[in-house]
């Protein structure tokens, strides 16, 4: 049974930069598309990036492009969101989530088998 463990959130000033980690245990990531969700309060849950099993296809919303980077590291089993140039927009909690799927992307929360419990960015100054 996979797990997620999402670490790496806290408060951080307008401009600033956080580095999110997912950390997986119980089989491998390099099988599964992982998805960077969040979900602010009174909003739905949305998908914010995400990255396929090859590594070679990636999403990011729009409201994160050029300022959010997707990655796995393999060998720590490990997939990081690196934020940068933060807004108080981007407050929220953020969850990674693992699917099953093979070289694709995903961005439909439904999608996804698995979830981490969360990590609470705060964006404020």
């Not at 693992?98 to 609470?120: F, H, K, N, R």
């Amino acid at each position: 049974q996979l797990q997620l463990v999402e670490s790496g959130g806290g408060l951080v000033q307008p401009g600033g930069s956080l580095r999110l980690s997912c950390a997986g245990s119980g089989n491998s990531l390099t099988y599964y598309a992982i998805g960077w969700f969040r979900q602010a309060p009174g909003k739905e849950r949305e998908a914010v990036s995400c990255i396929s099993t090859n590594d070679e296809n990636t999403y990011y919303a729009d409201s994160v492009k050029g300022r959010f980077t997707i990655s796995r590291d393999r060998a720590k089993n490990t997939v990081h969101l690196q934020m940068t140039r933060l807004d108080p927009e981007d407050t929220a909690v953020y969850y990674c989530a693992a699917a099953y799927l093979d070289s694709v992307v995903v961005v439909a929360p439904g999608v996804y088998d698995y979830w981490g419990q969360g990590t609470q960015v705060t964006v404020s100054s």
